[in-house]
């Protein structure tokens, strides 16, 4: 419980927001979390929570959007993250901004991923006026893709990921797309 929490905007059980210092503990234990991580390639230490964090807060700063800070409305108890970030890996579609998300484990199959998404991506055509919003999973990620499908994105096509390519689980992705 975080005290009063003032959020950039809800749906009917989370709130989003910016990501503050007292995130980064809470970010590596589920960062550390095998299952959770199990479509990456590695698991990310904590120096590299701590990096994408300040990558997530300059990004906000700088464009007002990132993978936001997501916590439960119930207690305002932080949860993952969910939101839009840009991309710039080497791709037909880049650079371009997608939308993604992690959730704890112990909050799954609550449907939140599904609901926060959805607000997210209304949020990013309607408020922030971005007119593609494109989703990446690795092909084995079929909960993600499952995700992407209830939110009514469309499949594009399959593409092996520049960054995932000496990984042969995980380098085939499906891309998809809102238009
Ligand atoms: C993928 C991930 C975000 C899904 O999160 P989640 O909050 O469990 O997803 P949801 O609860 O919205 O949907 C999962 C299931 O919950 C069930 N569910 C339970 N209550 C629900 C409700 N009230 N509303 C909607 N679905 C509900 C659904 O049946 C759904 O199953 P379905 O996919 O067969 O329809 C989560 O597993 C995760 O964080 N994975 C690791 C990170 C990751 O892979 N990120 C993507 C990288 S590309």
Redesign the pocket.
């Known amino acids: 419980m975080d005290g009063v929490v003032t959020y950039l905007f809800t749906s009917d059980r989370l709130g989003f927001r910016n990501w503050k210092s007292n995130d980064i503990d809470k970010l590596f234990k589920?960062n550390s979390d095998r299952?959770?991580?199990?479509?990456?390639p590695s698991l990310p230490t904590k120096a590299e929570t701590i990096l994408f964090i300040e990558r997530m807060k300059d990004q906000f700063q700088e464009k007002g959007f990132c993978y936001f800070a997501v916590d439960k409305l119930a207690n305002n108890e932080f949860i993952?993250f969910?939101g839009i970030s840009e991309q710039t890996y080497k791709a037909d579609f880049t650079p371009c901004v997608d939308i993604?998300?992690?959730?704890?484990?112990k909050?799954?199959?609550?449907?939140?991923?599904?609901?926060?998404?959805k607000k997210c991506l209304d949020y990013a055509l309607n408020n922030l006026k971005i007119s593609k919003i494109y989703?990446?999973?690795?092909k084995i990620?079929v909960?993600?893709e499952?995700?992407m499908e209830?939110i009514g994105l469309k499949k594009q096509y399959e593409f092996e990921h520049p960054l995932l390519i000496d990984n042969n689980l995980l380098k085939t992705?499906v891309l998809y797309r809102n238009e």
């Open positions: 589920i299952e959770v991580m199990e479509f990456f993952g969910i993604g998300w992690r959730i704890d484990r909050e799954w199959n609550k449907g939140f991923a599904t609901e926060g998404a989703a990446v999973a690795p990620n909960k993600s499952h995700i209830k992705c």
